[in-house]
C-alpha cells in the first residue's frame, strides 16, 4: 500500500511539474508538502552563509535556519538593512546569526571578504549563493563589468573559490546556488557573456545569469575530486518578494494569488542544507526537494564543453590564475 501511495505520489507530482503554472506556484508546493509528508528537520551544528540575507527569500532561508539550530552566517551588501534583519531574526531564531558585509556585485569587496574568512577560525558546511538582481535599465560597476552578470555570476563564483578551502574542511559541505525558474527560457550566450551586443532586457540578462548558475553548479561539481563538498542548483517556484514585485509588476499581478511565501520559495534550499549526499546528490536543479529537468525549450542546451569554458571565462573574468 505504501508503494502504492508512493508511486501515485509521484505521478500527481510529474503532473504538476510538466503544468508549470502549478508546479511553480503555490499550488505545487503545498501540495507535495503534504504528498511526501516534508519534515522540518533539525539542523544544529551546521555552519549555513547565506548571501543576499537581508530580503526576501534570503531572509526567509536564515530566519528558517536559525530557528531549526543552525549557525548562520548571514552576507549582506548594506550594514544598516543586514543588521536590522539580523536583529529581526534574532528575536524569533537561535543562534543569534552573525553578520558579514560584502558587495556581491564588486569583485574587490568579495576578495576581500572571502580571503578574510578562509583566514579565519569560522567554520563553514554549506554556502548557499542567493544574492541576485534584476536592475531596470543597464549598469555597470565601477569595475566595467554588466552589473547582473556581476552580481549573480561572478561574485557568486569568486566567493566559492575563495570559501572552498572551508568548504572541504566540513563533514558533509555543500554550495547551493539559487537560480530561477526564468532560466529555463535561456541558453547561455559565450561569445558575448554580459550580452553587450543586445539592447537591455532585464528578464533576459536575468535569465542568462541564472543559467550560468546551473552551468558551474554542474562544473564545480564535475571538478571536484571525490569526497568533496556537493555542488547543486535550485529554483524556488515563483515567489511573492519585493524583488518580483518591482522587477516583473505585470507578472505579480496576474499571477499574485497563487504565489509562495518567500518562506515556502526557500525551504528547499534549508533542506538541502542538511542533506546528505545520498538524500541530495550533486549536479542535480532542485525544486520541492526534488531534482527537476535542467531544459525545457530547443535551443538552450548546454554541452560538457560549454560549461568548461564558462568556468575558465569566470575564472578569467575575476582574476584567478589558469589551473
Not at 526576501?56 to 534583519?85: F, N
Not at 579565519?120 to 531596470?136: C, F, K, Q, S, T
Not at 539559487?178 to 550580452?195: N, Q, R, T, V
Not at 564545480?220 to 511573492?240: D, I, K, L
Given at each position: ?64 535556519l536559525s530557528q531549526r539550530g543552525a549557525e548562520v552566517l548571514m552576507v549582506c551588501r548594506d ?36 580571503s578574510a574568512f578562509a583566514a579565519g577560525d569560522e567554520r563553514l558546511d554549506v554556502l548557499i ?195
Amino acid at each position: 500500500m505504501a508503494l502504492i501511495k508512493r508511486g501515485a505520489a509521484d505521478v500527481i507530482d510529474k503532473a504538476l511539474d510538466l503544468g508549470i503554472v502549478p508546479g511553480f506556484s503555490v499550488i505545487g508546493f503545498r501540495a507535495r508538502k503534504r504528498l511526501f509528508g516534508w519534515e522540518a528537520d533539525r539542523l544544529d551544528g551546521r555552519s549555513v552563509m547565506v548571501t543576499g540575507a537581508n530580503a526576501g527569500i534570503g531572509k526567509a532561508i536564515a530566519l528558517e535556519l536559525s530557528q531549526r539550530g543552525a549557525e548562520v552566517l548571514m552576507v549582506c551588501r548594506d550594514h544598516e538593512k543586514g543588521e536590522a534583519a539580523r536583529n529581526e531574526i534574532s528575536l524569533q531564531g537561535r543562534p543569534e546569526p552573525r553578520l558579514h558585509i560584502c558587495d556581491l556585485s564588486n569583485l574587490s569587496s568579495v576578495r576581500k571578504f572571502g580571503s578574510a574568512f578562509a583566514a579565519g577560525d569560522e567554520r563553514l558546511d554549506v554556502l548557499i549563493n542567493n544574492a541576485g538582481v534584476m536592475p531596470p535599465e543597464r549598469k555597470r560597476t565601477d569595475e566595467g563589468f554588466e552589473l547582473t552578470f556581476a552580481t549573480n555570476v561572478l561574485g557568486p563564483f569568486l566567493l566559492t573559490q575563495l570559501l572552498l578551502p572551508k568548504l572541504r574542511q566540513s563533514n558533509g559541505g555543500r554550495v547551493v546556488m539559487m537560480s530561477s525558474g526564468g532560466m529555463y527560457s535561456s541558453g547561455f550566450d559565450l561569445e558575448d557573456p554580459e550580452l553587450e551586443g543586445r539592447d537591455y532586457d532585464p528578464p533576459k540578462f536575468y535569465a542568462q545569469t541564472k543559467r550560468a548558475e546551473v552551468m558551474l553548479a554542474d562544473e564545480w561539481q564535475y571538478r571536484e575530486p571525490e569526497g568533496g563538498p556537493v555542488f547543486c542548483s535550485m529554483h524556488p517556484g515563483w515567489a511573492n518578494t519585493k524583488g518580483v514585485s518591482e522587477a516583473l509588476p505585470t507578472f505579480n499581478r496576474l499571477v499574485g494569488p497563487i504565489l509562495r511565501s518567500p518562506k515556502e520559495g526557500g525551504e528547499t534550499a534549508v533542506w538541502l542544507s542538511g542533506a546528505t549526499a545520498d538524500e541530495a546528490p550533486g549536479g542535480e536543479f532542485y525544486m520541492d526537494r526534488r531534482p527537476r529537468p535542467k531544459h525545457r525549450i530547443p535551443g538552450t542546451r548546454d554541452s560538457a564543453e560549454d560549461r568548461r569554458r564558462l568556468f575558465d571565462l569566470c575564472d578569467g573574468l575575476v582574476g584567478n590564475p589558469p589551473d
